[in-house]
């Protein structure tokens, strides 16, 4: 069965502090991938997604994606993390199964809480 | 541009009660839309899904219910309602190559 993991379920850092989330996913077949974001009290939003083309992707907020299709990895990573970051992230991965309708597996989430 | 709704935003329910969720879209027209459910420390697990007015499927048995009236209307119920149904209910619709945008939530507490 198809899956998503999410290495680290809390994760602390420090203002300007380097950020990387470790995704993985199980499925042989043509993938597209997303990151997620929840910020406290808000909506589920899209950070970044990756459908083909140059494997390094660029989301908002300064946060960049990496697909490494060898590794079945779609890390997520940012050079400095702000206070504003504290969220919970969560990667996706989206496997065909034909028309109408696709599936969106999700990880079960990585809470980053940055302090000033 | 598309805009999704939910309510209500919070409630609270005895157990054996019923229940009634409802989403509804703007902005688009024929969506495929989704029910997840968000645990702490699970993420979202998908219970429905439909692709359009009166077609649903769903992902896992359980003891809730989905349906469709309208193109841009999906509805989550229960005829009675467990305390293991508690959890954050998020509705979506889906856009380009299966992206997903979600609606603010419900959150249930059956007590």
């Known amino acids: 069965a198809q899956s998503v993991s999410q290495h680290n379920h809390h994760v602390i850092l420090s203002e300007a502090a380097s950020l990387e989330l470790g995704c993985n996913y199980s499925?042989?077949?043509?993938?597209?991938l997303f990151w997620y974001v929840q910020y406290p009290g808000q909506h589920l939003q899209l950070l970044l997604k990756?459908?083909?083309?140059?494997?390094l992707v660029k989301g908002i907020k300064g946060f960049e994606a990496e697909f490494i299709k060898s590794k079945f990895s779609f890390n997520l990573r940012k050079p400095s993390v702000q206070w504003s970051d504290t969220a919970e992230y969560f990667c996706?991965?989206?496997?065909?199964?034909?028309?109408?309708?696709?599936?969106?597996?999700f990880g079960a989430g990585t809470r980053l809480a940055v302090h000033p | 541009s598309q805009t999704i709704h939910q309510w209500p935003a919070t409630l609270v329910q005895p157990v054996g009660s019923p229940l009634s969720l409802e989403c509804t879209v703007e902005?688009?027209?024929?969506?495929?839309l989704y029910w997840y459910r968000q645990a702490a420390g699970r993420g979202l697990q998908l219970l429905f899904y439909?692709?359009?007015?009166?077609?649903i499927s769903s992902e896992v048995p359980q003891n809730l219910s989905a349906s469709r009236p309208q193109d841009r209307q999906f509805i989550l119920s229960s005829k009675k309602l467990l305390l293991s149904d508690s959890g954050f209910y998020l509705c979506a619709w889906s856009g380009l190559a299966g992206s997903r945008y979600f609606g603010p939530g419900t959150r249930l507490t059956v007590l």
């Open positions: 996706a991965v989206n496997s065909f199964r034909g028309s109408g309708y696709n599936k969106l597996i």
């Open positions: 439909s692709v359009g007015i009166g077609q």
């Open positions: 990756y459908f083909s083309g140059d494997p």
């Open positions: 499925y042989g077949g043509t993938v597209n």
């Open positions: 902005g688009t027209s024929n969506p495929n």
